[in-house]
Each structure stands twice: as structure tokens, then as C-alpha cells.
DNA sequence: TCAGCTATCTATAAGCC
DNA sequence: TGGCTTATAGATAGCTG
């Protein structure tokens, strides 16, 4: 592709493979990301560099993606490893997140604006929405709509309440997406498991 | 691509995503492959289609990398992990003193062993379901409950998967009630905070 | 390193079997 | 389903600043 077609064989020029691997990476986890939201597939895609550095894409999480690959048979697993993918979802790697906001400048328009008009300036989400067509984009905006509220929830409760502010740092508790509930995610917590 | 352009949004006919996902799936493994061979990275990828179905591409293998993965994750997060762990001591002298402060101002009421009964003894509660009448007894036992949950989780995690075990340990999440966003107690976590 | 810039090459959406 | 074909959209190799 591109100014010249080039042989399928490993690079011999160091630089220039260095070159090839970082926008044939990127293309990679573009590719994964379209699968993703057009055929509604989770995807988990992890990439060792050949100096040995690590990247990573899912959706919705590695983790969830992998746990579900290797405890197919184990539920009890697949059940604690989504608990973890969840929590750990925002530890993705940059890319999956600059190519998030890559997309949403270029798209951002469309089914988006229509999205956001419908739910206002408020930047509040009914989080038992259906979210079985929510985009990336629209994922990424309730991203950041929780980030803002956790940290003005974290201000409010340092200043207020020493105990909910103790909660916010200390609590043990799960909170979970459970999206083999149905069309709504829902936050639930059970003893029993 | 190809005879027009499609949005980047879930595809409605169901046919013509099962399509589309055959021909991006098959595409995304080649282009793993090329980068493989092209730069010497190691790749693994697993999809799930929409109906469940697995599929995977690993070179050398995909277990081989996402161990790798898995293992460089534990790495780089323990010493978090310990830090939190610190930070969770500390605070418990504070979190005890300002408890009782909680328990002057929250009364106890009868909606909460009605509450109670609906649920039954299955320690199962959903967390959609309306908080505002909920006491300090409520909240306590709110609070046992998640303390049940996470020890309970610890346990199996640890000898069903010293990875999620990790996890369990290390993670940020973090449940907690907004009582100020509405009629529903939410949950959500923040590996971040 | 790092971000564009195109000329080219590849992937693929629609069709058609 | 699963291949082919073809017209286009998208990815990217080689360069440049």
C-alpha cells in the first residue's frame, strides 16, 4: 500500500520498521474497533512490539474478551472476570482511547449531534439506558460524563461528609455492568456469588 | 469500502452483518499477520461474534501473549496495589469515628424491613430500586453485604485465578451510593480514583 | 521523533452465482 | 453459506518539514 507495494517479510531497516509497526498498529485497532461497532463483535486485540512494549485494544474490555476465551466453561469466572475487565476498562491502553477521540472529532456530527440534542446540555445519562446501540462515541462522551461526575462527587463529599469521602477511598464494594442481563446495563450487586 | 461508503454504526440487517463481519474478520487476521511478519510483533486476537461464536489469531499463539499480557498487568500495578492498601489503614480510624456521626443523623424506619422481606433472605439487592427510604440500618447492611461480597470473591479468586486475584487486590473500583443523583441508588467504580 | 502529504495499493460493499 | 467480481473507500509507503 501506498507509494510502493512492499514484500510480506520482516523489514530489515530498523527505523523504517519501527515506522511500519506504529500506523500498521493503529490500523489494526482501527480495523477492530469498526468490526466492533458494526457487527456489534467484542474484540480483544494485545500486541508485543519487538523491543518488548505492550499495546492493547477491547471492546469491551481485554480482559472480559480473554476471560470469556479461556473460561468458556467456567462461569464462576466469567462472572469475576467481567467484574475486573469493568473496573480495569479505563486502564486501556492509549490507543484505544486516542483512537476513540480520533473518530469522534472526525465523525462527530451525524447520529452523534442528534444523540446529544436529544439528551440535552446536561450531560446526564439514565445509566439503564439501552446500550446495545450506543457507539463509540457516544460511549466515550458517557466515559467522560462519569469521570466528571466522580470528581466533582469526590469534591463535594471531601468537603461534606468525611464518611463518603472515606467510602470513595476505602469501600470494597463491586460495581458492576451486567450486559447479559438484557438491553439495559444495570448495576447490581449480589452475597451469593 | 467498496461500491459506497457505510457509516461506522451498528449494521441493522442482520444478514448483511453477518457478512460484513466474515469479511472484516478475515481481514483484521491478515492485517495481524502482516504486522507479525512485517516487524516481528507478537499478536494474539480473539472475537466473539454477536451470536457467541469464537474466533482467534495468536502468533507465535495466542496463549503465549496474553499470558505475557496477564503477567506484565500484575507487574505493573502491585505496587499500586500496596499503596492503596496503606492509604485504606489509614483511614480507618477516621472512617470509624465519622460513622457515628452518620448514625445521629440517619433514622430508622419500617420501610426497611419491608424492604427486606420483599427481597427475601438471598442477600440480593438491586440497586435501581428506590434509596431514599433507606436507614442507617439499611446502609449497614448494605454495607456487610459488600463486605461479605468482596471476601467471598477474594477467596475464590485466589484459588480459581491468581490473576483475578490480583485484580481483586489491586483494583480502584469502588461502589458507591449517590444518593443526590435521584430516586435510584447507583453503583459505579473508578479505577482512577 | 512526529505529524502531515499523496500516490498507490489493499480491503471491502454490493452484486451475482 | 461461500466464493467471485468490480467499483470505491480506506490504509499506508515513502517523503518532507
Redesign the pocket.
Known sequence: ??????PIEKIQRS??R???FS??R???F??AS?LCILCGAEVAIVVFSPAGKVFSFGHPSVESVVDRFLNQHDHMNHNVGLINARIREQQQEEYTEVLNQLQAEKKRGETYEQYKKTEGDNHQYCLDAPMDDLGLHELEEMKRTLEELRSKLHDEMRKSNPFLAYNHLNNQGFGMVAPFVGQSAMFWWNSNM
Not at 500500500?1 to 512492499?6: A, P, T, W
Open positions: 500500500m501506498g507509494r510502493k507495494k512492499i527505523a523504517h519501527q515506522v511500519t500506523k500498521r493503529t490500523g489494526l482501527k480495523k469498526e
